[in-house]
């Protein structure tokens, strides 16, 4: 690309992924606007010189303000990086419905309110804009203990191709990025750090110190990549003149693109493993038998 690119990005909270490819992108000198619903979580970028502005993807008045500051500074965008979102564990049978609308939001609503909002100044585009979808692995492996957090992010890979298609008339790019374990602080951030508990009633109680560590994501520790590394290798992508429709970085996110090859047994099979459910199967003593938490 011969000149610097204008690119927005929404959850640049620092920690976040949204900050490391804010960075990752600034140092290949494009011009980068980092947006977050609290701008005090972005006051590292000021030794770097990234421009911040606020964005609170829930917030029709905050977008629509967000919208009018980078039309005023400068007439379009060249590309819109979706990253706000937030992450929900729990067993679905447990899992709370106001926390869980909540969830799609964020991880739905909040997007498509996003885009549609910045679509314009996309369209000014010299070079012909582009979309970029933060999704995740989880949209396409049934990962338990987060069935809720997965369909939210399949909703975005589905909405993201739907996109792709009736936006491809009018010069729009749009990538889905299928992010795999990066360390990050995004367990840190829900609940407010606090682990988290399942119900006293859950009959997943039969295993509860193990299921309970997969809610705070023990089971992908040691599959995590470094988040600066992850932004480098998707910013490579990105920058291409054509980027490819479909972006897998971060830990396991090749295994789950070869996911689709495999009997779907064999990835059940795979899944219960890491889901603990052998352990609370081994457990399981029926209703009204005796019930232990270790194997």
Request: glycine share 8%; with cysteine; hydrophobic share 45%.
């Amino acid at each position: 690309m011969s000149h610097p690119r204008t690119i927005l990005i929404t959850g640049c909270s620092e920690g976040g992924l949204g900050d490391a490819l804010a960075r990752a992108l600034h140092q290949q000198g494009q011009h980068v606007i980092a947006t977050a619903r609290n701008p005090k979580k972005m006051a590292h970028f000021e030794e770097l010189g990234i421009e911040k502005l606020e964005l609170d993807v829930l917030s029709s008045e905050s977008i629509s303000a967000c919208v009018a500051a980078v039309a005023e500074s400068t007439g379009s965008l060249d590309m819109l990086i979706n990253n706000s979102g937030g992450g929900y564990a729990m067993p679905l049978i447990d899992s709370d419905p106001d926390v869980s609308r909540q969830l799609f939001e964020v991880n739905v609503w909040g997007m498509l309110a996003v885009t549609r909002a910045f679509l314009p100044l996309l369209l000014k585009s010299g070079e012909g804009g582009t979309i970029v979808n933060n999704t995740s692995i989880n949209s396409v492996l049934p990962i338990p203990m987060c069935g809720i957090y997965n369909a939210s992010k399949a909703a975005a890979a589905m909405i993201t191709d739907n996109l792709r298609l009736e936006l491809a008339p009018f010069n729009l790019k749009v990538v889905d990025l299928k992010t795999g374990a990066v360390k990050s602080n995004f367990y840190e951030n829900r609940q407010g750090g606090a682990k988290p508990s399942l119900p006293k009633d859950s009959l997943y109680n039969v295993a509860k110190e193990d299921i309970e560590n997969i809610l705070f994501g023990a089971h992908t520790v040691k599959l995590k990549i470094d988040a600066d590394q992850w932004a480098q290798q998707v910013v490579k992508e990105l920058l291409k003149t054509s980027p490819p429709l479909q972006i897998w970085k971060g830990g396991n996110a090749l295994s789950a693109f070869f996911s689709a090859f495999l009997p779907i047994a064999l990835i059940l099979h795979v899944l219960s493993k890491v889901g603990a459910l052998d352990i609370v199967k081994k457990n399981w003593k029926g209703i009204g038998g005796s019930h232990s938490s270790k194997p």
